[in-house]
């Protein structure tokens, strides 16, 4: 069974700090994905990353996958408020297209 | 507008008192899942379909029903609801062609209590 194993689960820091988000596995993935999710909608992709070793950046966001592609992170340069939410990751296996392995999420508080 | 509608937002119910709720997507996907969501546990698949007339299970399908007798509707039914299905469940809909290719688009969300 894979799994992706998310952290940290909650986060809490104050507005202008940078922080970093991990999901790692044992298992190789195709490619992964990162979403985010604020308080009564359901989660929205940010970005997917589908080579190892890639690196995307969204404006202060920076997504990275592993080399072996079993792992990646996701930095927030600059916190804002705007960043509060819950950022869940997904892999998705070699052997399917649309099973995806879901990261617990890590609940973001930024504070002004 | 692209979305995915779900249908209650907010359902409080009695056990064995069975339900429905309704996902309807417009983006002509061929895909659509079932998510339920709880504290510390993430998503958890519970059925999804990969087109008309096609429905798998997911991570957690016991006590659940789906079906997918047209493109853009996928129904989720719970016979007899009992309390360990109180949760938030998610639809999700994606295009067939892959989850690097397409990403998946959620619903807002139906909050579920049974009591």
């Known amino acids: 069974t894979q799994l992706l194993e998310q952290s940290p689960q909650f986060l809490s820091i104050q507005e202008g700090e940078n922080l970093t988000v991990y999901c790692n596995s044992s298992s190789v993935f195709s490619s992964l994905q990162w979403y985010r999710q604020e308080p009564g909608e359901g989660p929205v992709l940010l970005v997917t990353?589908?080579?190892g070793g890639e690196v995307k950046k969204l404006k202060r966001l920076t997504f990275q996958f592993g080399d072996a592609r079993k792992d990646s992170s996701l930095h927030i340069t600059a916190a804002q408020p705007g960043d509060t939410g819950l950022y869940l990751c997904?892999?998705?296996?070699?052997?399917?297209?649309?099973?995806?392995?879901w990261g617990a999420g890590t609940k973001l508080i930024i504070k002004p | 507008e692209a979305q995915v509608t779900q249908n209650p937002r907010y359902l409080i119910t009695v056990t064995g008192k069975k339900l429905t709720v309704t996902c309807s997507q417009n983006?002509?996907?061929?895909?659509m899942s079932w998510y339920r969501q709880d504290p510390g546990l993430g998503l958890r698949q519970i059925y999804y379909?990969?087109?008309?007339?096609?429905?798998d299970k997911g991570d957690v399908p016991e006590g659940y029903k789906v079906s997918r007798k047209e493109k853009r509707n996928f129904p989720l039914i719970l016979e007899s609801p009992s309390p360990n299905q109180t949760s938030l469940y998610f639809c999700?809909?994606?295009?067939?062609?892959?989850?690097?290719?397409?990403?998946?688009?959620f619903g807002n969300g139906t909050r579920l209590t049974v009591t």
């Open positions: 990353v589908v080579t």
């Open positions: 997904a892999g998705a296996g070699l052997d399917s297209n649309y099973q995806l392995i």
């Open positions: 999700a809909s994606g295009r067939g062609t892959g989850t690097h290719n397409s990403p998946l688009h």
């Open positions: 379909s990969m087109n008309v007339e096609v429905t």
């Open positions: 983006m002509n996907h061929e895909y």
